[in-house]
């Protein structure tokens, strides 16, 4: 069958110049809060054009595919359009890392190197491996400040409980872009697994898997054994970071960006 998503507009933004890292969302976040969280370590790298885009149904793309696999033709066709013939690296955030894995089993020869941020690994979550209940030292009220609707979220996603990093992290999903919430809804009751989710196959480029300690969304386990998969991989747990670890932990992960980028040619 011919997949008649492959050649859908997606929106984006670029910045910088240099060598082409093209940066996927998490699952119901735009461009503009991966960018937030990314950016200030990227562009501290040096040398990398960034490029930030909504998946289709997130941000300001439209719907796109019914399924997982589709997505993947579907941000594979844009980077045919934007980057015709070069090599590329990837760096994804949650789904957009497992995304971006799919991607590069099916193109290794182009992804020239992965920074995975705590990357789905198993798209079932009662499959998942996941941390148990929060920590002993979480701040008192480090929730009061945070809207009612996103408490019950951040109080799973969040390692590092404090009204600070609550609130920025709270501030930035604020600012995000709806995108198409029922043909989200769609793609996670039919469609959501890639059909190589299970696949061993080695990714030979530069990796880098940064996982949240707290993160009881995606976990930390499931990523440490997939490291099979990326024999030039790199792995880190971070104490007191859970998924919006980028947010949590901005000066370790800066220094673990640029420790990839420096393995990436």
């Given at each position: 069958?011919?997949?008649?998503?492959?050649?859908?507009?997606?929106?984006s933004h670029w910045a910088g110049d240099g060598y082409p890292v093209v940066?996927?969302?998490?699952?119901?976040?735009?461009?503009?809060?991966?960018?937030?969280?990314?950016?200030?370590?990227?562009?501290?790298?040096?040398?990398?054009?960034?490029?930030?885009?909504?998946?289709?149904?997130?941000?300001?793309?439209?719907?796109?595919?019914?399924?997982?696999?589709?997505?993947?033709?579907?941000?594979?066709?844009?980077?045919?359009?934007?980057?015709?013939?070069?090599?590329?690296?990837?760096?994804?955030?949650?789904?957009?890392?497992?995304?971006?894995?799919?991607?590069?089993?099916?193109?290794?020869?182009?992804?020239?190197?992965?920074?995975?941020?705590?990357?789905?690994?198993?798209?079932?979550?009662?499959?998942?491996?996941?941390?148990?209940?929060?920590?002993?030292?979480?701040?008192?009220?480090?929730?009061?400040?945070?809207?009612?609707?996103?408490?019950?979220?951040?109080?799973?996603?969040?390692?590092?409980?404090?009204?600070?990093?609550?609130?920025?992290?709270?501030?930035?999903?604020?600012?995000?872009?709806?995108?198409?919430?029922?043909?989200?809804?769609?793609?996670?009751?039919?469609?959501?697994?890639?059909?190589?989710?299970?696949?061993?196959?080695?990714?030979?480029?530069?990796?880098?898997?940064?996982?949240?300690?707290?993160?009881?969304?995606?976990?930390?386990?499931?990523?440490?054994?997939?490291?099979?998969?990326?024999?030039?991989?790199?792995?880190?747990?971070?104490?007191?970071?859970?998924?919006?670890?980028?947010?949590?932990?901005?000066?370790?992960?800066?220094?673990?960006?640029?420790?990839?980028?420096?393995?990436?040619?």
């Amino acid at each position: 069958m011919v997949d008649t998503f492959t050649g859908m507009d997606l929106a984006s933004h670029w910045a910088g110049d240099g060598y082409p890292v093209v940066c996927l969302p998490s699952f119901s976040t735009d461009r503009k809060v991966t960018e937030a969280a990314f950016d200030p370590a990227l562009a501290a790298a040096d040398g990398l054009r960034r490029c930030y885009l909504d998946l289709p149904g997130h941000g300001e793309s439209p719907p796109g595919p019914p399924t997982s696999d589709g997505v993947v033709d579907t941000v594979s066709g844009f980077i045919d359009r934007q980057l015709p013939g070069q090599r590329f690296l990837l760096a994804g955030w949650s789904y957009g890392a497992y995304i971006a894995a799919a991607l590069a089993r099916r193109r290794p020869a182009d992804v020239a190197g992965m920074l995975l941020v705590c990357p789905g690994v198993t798209i079932n979550m009662a499959d998942r491996d996941l941390p148990g209940a929060g920590a002993a030292d979480d701040e008192p009220g480090w929730l009061d400040d945070v809207p009612q609707q996103l408490r019950e979220h951040l109080w799973q996603a969040l390692g590092h409980r404090t009204r600070d990093v609550a609130g920025r992290v709270a501030g930035v999903l604020a600012g995000s872009t709806p995108g198409d919430e029922e043909y989200r809804r769609r793609l996670r009751s039919g469609g959501y697994p890639v059909r190589d989710e299970q696949s061993a196959f080695p990714f030979g480029g530069p990796t880098s898997v940064i996982t949240g300690r707290q993160d009881r969304i995606v976990g930390y386990a499931d990523q440490f054994r997939r490291m099979r998969c990326y024999p030039f991989g790199s792995y880190a747990v971070l104490d007191q970071a859970g998924h919006y670890l980028p947010f949590e932990q901005p000066e370790s992960f800066a220094g673990l960006v640029a420790e990839w980028r420096r393995r990436c040619h």
